[in-house]
């Protein structure tokens, strides 16, 4: 009998006829072919007690609306041209990966059941409704439900423990505030809200995670003043434009690598090569001793609220003009080098 299938990168555009006889089987990896359609009925026949992996990413798949295998775990179909809604999953489900296609409708009700449920991708779909909220309460170590059209508040975590390390819920159409119960996910490396509506504070003790490295909240509403507890934080990756934030960023918010922060102990990011903080309403002088940072490539400053003078910086930040004071409201002094004349330029 054989117990492991793997046809994958062979250009075939069907389900193999040899499958037919394969009841036992326990793995299938058909992956980066070109079959098209639907997974024809008699292959719901093939494994049905067996059947554990199920690996059909990048083909040209249009519908899956049946799952009879009752012993899938891991089933991969990303990368395919899928339409219709979510279909119910088998009960001791572990992985699943459906993310690039062109699913429509909510997520069903019977993922709430899911009892093994670790990795689940959704993103890059067209799926809608609300994120139940099960899901904040499941076994879930990785959420993606990025980039598609989900309303609604972000789920409650479990107050009795969290397992997420990666939420990326980036690019729908969420409201109202970041849930202060993301405290419980002590093991959060990567949490990804970018692109939504929220409001409202980011949590005080977000912060207090000692895994966080990549932290993105950009372009939403959010406002209040930056928490004093991200400085705490392991953060490799902040991203705080577009929003409303207010008041001074916290001291020492830089202990090893960061993106963002503007505090003296910004000194400390030797390898920082990106920073923006654009389009916030941070209220601070410009901070000239930016030229420290000798990897340093992108600065983005915009549309905030830095003043002040910019002093000596050295000669890779001259131009054929030197700036020397950035005033409120878009407002700089100019001076030209050769006649040491001063003049005022408003964005």
């Not at 930016?290 to 609220?305: A, F, K, T, Y």
Request: charged share 15%; aromatic share 8%; net charge negative.
């Amino acid at each position: 009998k054989t117990i492991k299938t793997q046809v994958k990168t062979c250009n075939i555009s069907e389900f193999p006829d040899i499958l037919r006889t394969q009841h036992q089987l326990e793995w299938l990896d058909l992956s980066k072919n070109q079959i098209r359609g639907r997974i024809p009925s008699w292959m719901w026949d093939i494994g049905v007690h067996t059947l554990q992996f199920l690996i059909l990413s990048q083909n040209v798949l249009t519908s899956i609306d049946h799952l009879p295998w009752k012993n899938l775990q891991y089933l991969t179909l990303d990368s395919n041209l899928l339409q219709g809604s979510l279909p119910d999953l088998p009960p001791h489900m572990v992985q699943l990966l459906i993310s690039n296609n062109s699913l429509t409708g909510e997520i069903p009700s019977s993922f709430c059941n899911l009892s093994s449920i670790q990795y689940l991708n959704l993103s890059n779909n067209s799926l809608s409704g609300q994120i139940p909220q099960c899901l904040g309460n499941s076994t879930l170590e990785t959420l993606d439900l990025g980039m598609n059209n989900f309303q609604g508040s972000i789920p409650q975590t479990n107050a009795k423990g969290c397992n997420l390390t990666s939420l990326r819920l980036s690019g729908n159409h969420l409201e109202g505030p970041l849930p202060p119960s993301l405290i419980n996910c002590v093991n959060l490396q990567f949490l990804d809200v970018g692109n939504n509506n929220l409001s409202g504070p980011i949590p005080e003790c977000l912060g207090n995670s000692t895994r966080l490295s990549f932290l993105d909240v950009g372009n939403n509403s959010l406002s209040g003043p930056i928490p004093e507890c991200l400085a705490n934080s392991t953060l490799e990756i902040l991203d705080m434009r577009m929003n409303k934030f207010s008041g001074s960023l916290p001291q020492n918010i830089c202990k090893k690598l960061c993106f963002g922060p503007l505090p003296p102990s910004l000194v400390n990011c030797q390898y920082l090569e990106v920073l923006d903080v654009g389009n916030n309403q941070i209220d601070d002088t410009f901070l000239y001793w930016l030229d420290v940072l000798l990897q340093l490539q992108v600065l983005i400053l915009r549309s905030n609220r830095f003043w002040g003078p910019i002093g000596k910086l050295r000669s890779r930040w001259s131009g054929h003009f030197i700036v020397r004071t950035v005033f409120p409201y878009e407002t700089i002094e100019i001076e030209n080098p050769k006649n040491g004349d001063l003049f005022k330029v408003k964005d």
